[in-house]
């Protein structure tokens, strides 16, 4: 039984095309050592992430300190994105791309309080993909 699920969002290829088009370009912000070091630490920092897709939240929200998609953040969390988030693009096994939520573009319960020990420990059972691959 197919169900629609508005926390897995596939989104329509010309749009995964152009928005891939559009990070790919964004990655040349990277030029000195610095932003580079910064864009390592930041992909340390999101471990429940594969390492590619930390890149490109970097690219797309440099701030973030957490991101779980929509199915996530309600199942895992208690919380939902606010109405009008701006969700972030990764790139999804076996399928073009998936749309992930920022921490700050969620409302609902309070995070717990080793939220990373949390989320680290859940991915650790798992793939090098976010820990929202359930439908």
Do not use: C
Not at 6 to 15: H, K, Q, R
Not at 21 to 28: N, P
Not at 101 to 115: F, I, K, M, W
Not at 123 to 134: C, F, G, I, L
């Amino acid at each position: 039984m197919k169900t629609q699920d508005a926390s897995i969002t596939m989104v329509d290829e010309d749009v995964a095309r152009s928005l891939l088009d559009q990070l790919l370009e964004d990655s040349k912000l990277y030029k000195t050592s610095t932003d580079y070091f910064k864009l390592l630490e930041f992909t340390k920092r999101l471990r429940n992430f594969a390492h590619f897709n930390a890149m490109l939240l970097h690219v797309q929200k440099p701030g973030l300190r957490y991101a779980a998609s929509a199915y996530d953040w309600k199942e895992r969390f208690g919380r939902r994105p606010k109405e009008n988030a701006r969700p972030l693009l990764i790139l999804w096994p076996f399928g073009p791309v998936a749309l992930v939520y920022d921490v700050q573009d969620t409302e609902g319960r309070d995070l717990p309080q080793d939220v990373d020990t949390f989320l680290h420990a859940a991915q650790s059972q798992r793939s090098n993909y976010p820990v929202s691959s359930r439908r």
